[in-house]
Structure formats: C-alpha cells, structure tokens
T-cell receptor, first 115, second 111 residues
Framework: ETGVTQSPTHLIKTRGQQVTLRCSSQSGHNTVSWYQQALGQGPQFIFQYYREEENGRGNFPPRFSGLQFPNYSSELNVNALELDDSALYLC??????????????FGPGTRLLVL | GENVEQHPSTLSVQEGDSAVIKCTYSDSASNYFPWYKQELGKRPQLIIDIRSNVGEKKDQRIAVTLNKTAKHFSLHITETQPEDSAVYFCASRRLGQNFVFGPGTRLSVLP
C-alpha cells in the first residue's frame, strides 16, 4: 500500500451543497494531483498542485477548486454540487524536482454521492 | 490534447493462459507510460511502467512493450491467476503535462 491517505472515505451530499475532500501525500512527495473517476471509467484529471499553486488543470469548471498546504497535503473543494459530480475522487502524489519522478501513487479515494 | 484508447474493454482468459491489453496514444511527445490495476472498491495500484527510451520491461509475470513509431504499448500477463482479475488502466504523459488514462479493461481469470 502507498502512504497516500484520503478523507473521508464516503460522503453523501445533496445538490447545491459544497464539499471538501482531503489528501495527505506520501512522504517525500511534493505534488498532488486530483482525479474524478466515474463508475466504469478511467480517472479524469481535475488539477495538480505543486508548491502550493495550481500546476495544470483538466476540463473541469471553476466550481472545482483546490489548495495545497506547506506540508504538501491538499484539499479539493466542489461548490454547487450537481448529480453528475457523484464519483470516486482520487488523489495521487508524486515528486517534482530537478530529477522529476513521474510515478504517481494513488490514495484510496473518497466516494461522493450527490442526491 | 492527448487521447488514449484501450482494447479490449473486457477480457476473459482461463487460469494459466496469457492476457494482452493494448493501448494507443496520440501525442508523439508522450514519454512515460504506466499501467495500473484496480480491484473492486480499491485504489489504482501501479504494477509496471515504461519510459520512451526503452522498448520492453519485465517484472516476473508482467511485461510491457512500447512501439513509439506506431504509438502503442501493451501489457502482457503470463500464467494468469484468479487474483489477476481486476480492471487495468493504461496512461500516458508528456513531461510537464498531466496523465491521460485509458477507459480500462476488465480482466476475468476463470479457474
């Protein structure tokens, strides 16, 4: 198992609400990427955080936002939840440096259900 | 942007047989190609990866081959076992860009 952790494991929200998901990166890693995985599909890139700044973003609206903290942990915030936001949200940590380690290691995910 | 296709979407093999899953990518500058295994209700787990300066990599029963000219790479699992049953995802990445994942292949190993 990787050292990447996520909380909570499951969450039920209603349409229009806001949600915050959390991720702690693996020791020695400084980059966190967030993915949305709908049922039966591959992970879709939401955005990546490096040095506490967004470092790349996929095709997701601005109501998906994030933060990275000095200890490299990260949050994903989703405002104005929609039914289609129901999915497994995965974070992945990696190391970015002079010799970039490209390998990403996933956390266990947060399963979000929007009713 | 990068597009990754993966075939087949489902694959059933008898225990002990080999399984092959193929992915094609569109960005010729992509240079890193990992494979992940995801069991039901669990996180994607990295099982093997390959970089564009290598044509083949092997780790026990698992191997990955890369054809840069044709822009495709394949996962080979030999002597399959029931515990190999899972969904397998390929991904590709150009340095400095985000990963793009394939849609997944559901592998079933029948005893």
């Amino acid at each position: 198992e990787t050292g990447v952790t996520q909380s909570p494991t499951h969450l039920i929200k209603t349409r229009g609400q806001q949600v915050t998901l959390r991720c702690s990166s693996q020791s020695g890693h400084n980059t966190v990427s967030w993915y949305q995985q709908a049922l039966g599909q591959g992970p879709q890139f939401i955005f990546q955080y490096y040095r506490e700044e967004e470092n790349g973003r996929g095709n997701f609206p601005p109501r998906f936002s994030g933060l990275q903290f000095p200890n490299y942990s990260s949050e994903l915030n989703v405002n104005a939840l929609e039914l289609d936001d129901s999915a497994l949200y995965l974070c992945a940590s990696s190391y970015t440096g002079l010799i970039t380690g490209e390998t990403q290691y996933f956390g266990p995910g947060t399963r979000l259900l929007v009713l | 942007g990068e597009n990754v296709e993966q075939h087949p979407s489902t694959l059933s093999v008898q225990e002990g047989d080999s399984a092959v899953i193929k992915c094609t990518y569109s960005d010729s500058a992509s240079n890193y190609f990992p494979w992940y295994k995801q069991e039901l209700g669990k996180r994607p787990q990295l099982i093997i990866d390959i970089r564009s300066n290598v044509g083949e990599k092997k780790d026990q029963r698992i191997a990955v081959t890369l054809n840069k000219t044709a822009k495709h790479f394949s996962l080979h699992i030999t002597e399959t076992q029931p515990e190999d049953s899972a969904v397998y995802f390929c991904a590709s990445r150009r340095l400095g860009q985000n990963f793009v994942f394939g849609p997944g292949t559901r592998l079933s190993v029948l005893p």
